[in-house]
């Protein structure tokens, strides 16, 4: 499982890491497994980890006072996971987080994170790049919102997550989108002419 993370890390750095350096990096992260519908994070506790998708599927969500789900992320394979709010200001999630598919991680505390960040300059490179990507992501998603239709949003996300739409069922991409599943039904046959 380490292998998979230790290549990411190379994948995205100008320097790879030296064997005492992946030994510290295998050190801290530990596997752990979560079977369909277990949860991660639940809203009301302090987000105490970040995990590696190395297998799997996840989804990052809210529910309403009507019991609505409100998807803020989904995640797969090679994608990190955690509620960054909660964790950086040590508050109680607005989220849960749990795994749409049988998914295996690998788990490390916010601290042992920050920890190896300071340790190993190829994580803390790799770091801020994935948080200047996320950051863009989020920005660009946000900007989708508010000024693209329906139909658009689609587009882009079958274009940026072209793996998302088999792993994911509509009503998940609908939410993810802002939108109902009737509407996404809709937008998709409208596609497919």
Same mark, same amino acid.
């Given at each position: 499982?380490?292998?998979?993370? #230790? ?5 995205? $750095? ?13 050190a $801290?992260?530990?596997p %752990? ?8 994070l639940q809203? !009301?506790?302090?987000?105490?980890? @970040? !995990?590696?998708?190395? %297998? ?7 529910v309403?006072?009507?019991? /609505?789900e409100?998807? /803020? ?9 955690s509620? =960054?709010?909660?964790? @950086?200001?040590l ?7 749990d795994?749409?598919?049988? $998914?295996? #991680? #690998?788990?490390? $505390?916010?601290? &042992?994170?920050m ?7 190829s994580?803390?490179?790799?770091? =801020?790049?994935m &948080? ?8 660009? =998603? #946000? ?7 329906a139909?658009?949003?689609y ?7 072209p793996q998302?739409i ?6 998940l991409?609908?939410?993810?989108? !802002?939108?109902?599943?009737e ?11």
């Amino acid at each position: 499982m380490h292998d998979t993370l #230790l290549a990411y890390i190379n994948q995205h $750095t100008t320097s790879p890491l030296t064997r005492e350096e992946e030994a510290l990096i295998i050190a $801290t992260f530990h596997p %752990k497994k979560l079977r369909k519908k277990q949860y991660f994070l639940q809203e !009301g506790d302090v987000c105490k980890y @970040v !995990g590696f998708i190395v %297998k799997g599927a996840m989804r990052q969500y809210s529910v309403d006072d009507k019991g /609505v789900e409100h998807m /803020v992320q989904l995640y797969i394979e090679n994608w990190w996971v955690s509620d =960054r709010e909660s964790a @950086v200001m040590l508050t109680p999630s607005r989220y849960y987080i749990d795994a749409w598919e049988d $998914t295996e #991680l #690998l788990i490390a $505390t916010v601290a &042992d994170m920050m920890d190896l960040m300071e340790k190993i300059s190829s994580f803390g490179k790799m770091t =801020r790049l994935m &948080d200047n990507r996320n950051a863009i992501a989020s920005q660009r =998603r #946000l900007n989708s919102t508010i000024s693209n239709t329906a139909e658009k949003r689609y587009e882009e996300f079958t274009d940026n997550h072209p793996q998302f739409i088999q792993r994911f069922p509509q009503h998940l991409i609908a939410s993810f989108l !802002g939108i109902t599943k009737e509407t996404l039904s809709r937008i998709r046959k409208q596609a497919m002419k």
